[in-house]
């Protein structure tokens, strides 16, 4: 991948040339060896690569539970009295009814793993990663929930919180950031979020998937990410959802802007996967703010094609009016797709350390915003701060001058976990790691040239450089505790109608072994209650209807916890519990409710609120009692009894006037 030059790295708006003049291999190992990584920063890389993948979480936690992994809320120090204090408390109030789902969420009966970091708790000026975690009472390695959430929301603009503190508290937690210009466009953000965790869809958008990628002429960047990583993820994710997902692709000639305007409008899927340049503009220019990130489209006709125009690229102001974006998360492969730093990694001032601007001020790009803070709008965007190289993708093959080998692992991981219903920050951690291990690696080749006087040489330095600049700068842009397609009253209904036991008959386990595999299969979790809380402050305006009609944001937000109640109370009435023996995949299927599964039921019992019992039991090819699957069975039905009645004092606790 790495020649003697690179060429990879954006278009730019205004004269349809690439971004950046392409670097040899000389510079980029000279830049490397300029900013090695602090030992702080190192030591936190070092830790995270001895974390599991799939628990950065402290062992036990789960990561899709809130009530377990947490999730925090952090603002920039505004100083009390300020301006600045006056419209964060505007921002809060306008994200309010998110905040009180959050809230109830992540706390359980004797523990609340919710945090607000405001006032005194706030990200302070000049902190770092591991300053602010400090004075939060967390430390370095797998993450501990009861001392600080997991999930964390950043909200203020990358000036106020850095992108280099969000990349690397992004290390160890699930991190993501909104930063909008209205007040109106944080309300709704919040809005969409409710609506899509509380109400049925109002399309059949929760199992399709969208990859849309270019390959303009005479492009080596587009070249290589048609052929080496749209479609091949297209295969790859057909073969591997493609019997619970619809799997579409648009590539080449039928990446145009026009189908891209309609992927982000009226036909919007629930996971969108573009694979494009990105625009970017000069420092300074008047349409940096609005069209930098806009994803560039085969409509341009490649790097001699002269100058672009508007028509060649999508912005975010070219989002429809009546466009329909509910549940829909958007992943961009692009330069600048998900925001722009106000220095550029990739160069500097002659041979000195000093810093060339790329922008007056960093800020989150204006696709991402307006996908996010409209009605109907998006969950979150995933993309790129600065520049996004083929590096993310393919690597060098040693064995071979100029060769290269794909490696896809990464995005088909986090894009898998997507489409399973795992949450975004989680999702993430695959590229988290990649970027962890890849800076780890530099910052030890960088030790041993400038300590050691080991020689190193400049082509595996330039590649680790780019390598690790690239892997860090992925960002995600709204809620990382957001999903894709599992509403979380949907969730919450299934886990009350019971458990599916998944016992295990590998060869050499005793059955003692197959039931302790089997428990936390059998936990029954408490449903999340929907909760807003109407402080005194809160302006009427809540509760009016837009020009629309439609109803207020805490108007929307009573429907649902009515609506919730209402399908909580219809299913205490009856209970049921399933038990499958040998068939796993079957039984999770049949646990998030696929018609299609048609795993092996051992034992059945379904328990009325009147008191009528139906019971069966297992019996062996003898035509006797499984006495040790029974008895797994009794423990799920006495388990899923208990939280039947926790949630009947849950509901009767939300009903005014009626005492539990």
Known sequence: MLNDTLVFNGVDGSTGDYLLPPLGVTQLARLALGHPLSTPERDELDLRLGVDIDYPLKEGEDPDDLAQAGWAVVFPFARKGSKAAAHQAAIREALGPLLARRRAQATRRDERRYRECVGADAYRPGETKQQFLARMGAGPGAVDPAKFPYYVLLVGSPEEIPYRVQYQIDVQYGVGRIHFDTLDEYARYAANVIEAETQPRPRPLARTLALWGVENPGDRATHASARHLAAPLADYLERDQGDRWRVTRFLGEHATKA????????????????????????????????????????????????????????AGDDIAADADLRGLVGFHFACFGAGTPRYDDFSRKGDGPGLVD??????????????????????????????AWASSFLQADPRQSGAVTAQRAVFESALKRLMEGRRVGHAMDYFDLRYAELASDLATRIEDATKYNVAVDDRELAQLWLYTNDARDYAVIGDPAVRIGVPEAAADERARRGAAVELSHAAGRSPSHARDAAAPAARARAPAPVLARADDEL?????????????GILAQLAQSVFGALHRAVSDVLSLEVTTYAGDCDGARAAATGDA????????????????????????????????????????AVAQARAQRADTLKLILSLLPGIAP
Not at 609 to 620: A, H, Q, R, Y
């Open 539 to 551: 302006d009427y305006r809540w509760f009016r209807s837009g020009p629309d009609g439609q109803p």
């Open 358 to 387: 790329i922008a007056p001020h960093a800020f989150v790009a204006r696709l991402p915003q307006r996908m996010l803070g409209r009605a109907n709008g998006a969950l979150a965007c995933i993309g790129h701060v600065d520049r």
């Open 259 to 314: 189908r891209l305007a309609s992927l982000l409008g009226a036909d919007a899927p629930s996971l969108l996967v573009t694979a494009s340049h990105g625009i970017g503009f000069p420092a300074g220019d008047p349409r940096q703010r609005a069209d930098q990130g806009a994803l560039l489209c085969q409509d341009w006709g490649g790097p001699h094609a002269g100058s672009l125009t508007p028509d060649h690229y999508f």
């Open 596 to 635: 299609a599964a048609q795993p092996r039921p051992r034992a059945y019992t379904c328990c009325k609120i009147d008191g009528d019992t139906i019971l069966s039991v297992p019996v062996d090819d003898r035509g006797a009692v499984d006495a040790e699957l029974w008895g797994v069975h009794e423990r």
